[in-house]
Structures are given as C-alpha cells and as structure tokens.
C-alpha cells in the first residue's frame, strides 16, 4: 500500500508565492514520474508540472517560468515551488506519482488527497 500526501495550501495574494509539497510513503521501491495536477470545479483536471526519475521536467504553458518543480529522491518528496501567483492559478492542487513497491507491484496514477490554493486579486 502507498500513499501521497500534500501539504502547503493556502490563501495567498496576487504576486505571492507559496509552496507544495507531496511526501509519498508506504512499501515503495522506487518511484518513476511525479508530478502536479490541478482541478477547478466544472473544468477536468490538468497537468501543472511533472519530472520524471531522471529529473526531466514539463510544465504546462501558462505556468512556464513562475513555477518550478523539484524533487527529493531520499526523502520520496516533490515540491511545486509557485511565484507570481495570479487569481487564476486558484484550484486544488493534486499530487500524482507511479510507484513501485516490494514485489514489483506497480502503481500507476497514485493520486494524494489534494491542497486547495487560493489566490486573491
């Protein structure tokens, strides 16, 4: 069994910044992709961020250069570090990740419980 969990949410201003972070843990080999997704009500999910166990990286075009993701390979973690916020960028902010875990049972598309964020204008 493995499990994400998010942290960091909350209500920011326009302009400010704020910081994810996505701990997995449980019977976990390795883990091959990470990454950010997030959902507004009425709208479908959507790709924010995502790195790949080499470090590669991709974001979605209205996020390119105000944030950036990282991960923690030691620590099994990934943060979305957010600047430049704007109103828009307000949603919940899920972490996604395929695993591995102790007998190479894969988990594929392994969601966390979500973070809202809020912006203010």
């Known amino acids: 069994q493995v499990q994400l969990v998010e942290s960091g949410g909350g209500l920011v201003q326009a302009g400010g910044s704020l910081r994810l972070s996505c701990a997995a843990s449980?019977?976990?080999?390795?883990?091959?992709?990470m990454g950010w997704y997030r959902q507004v009500p009425g709208k479908q999910r959507e790709l924010v961020a995502e790195?790949?166990?080499?470090?590669?990286?991709n974001y979605a075009d209205s996020v390119k250069g105000r944030f950036t993701i990282s991960r923690d390979y030691a620590q099994n973690t990934v943060c979305l570090q957010m600047s430049s916020l704007k109103p828009e960028d307000t949603a919940v902010y899920y972490c996604?990740?395929?695993?591995?875990?102790?007998?190479?049972?894969?988990?594929?598309?392994?969601w966390g419980q979500g973070t809202l964020v809020t912006v203010s204008s």
């Open positions: 996604n990740a395929d695993l591995v875990g102790i007998g190479a049972v894969r988990y594929l598309g392994v």
């Open positions: 449980g019977s976990i080999v390795r883990i091959n992709n």
């Open positions: 790195i790949a166990s080499a470090g590669m990286t």
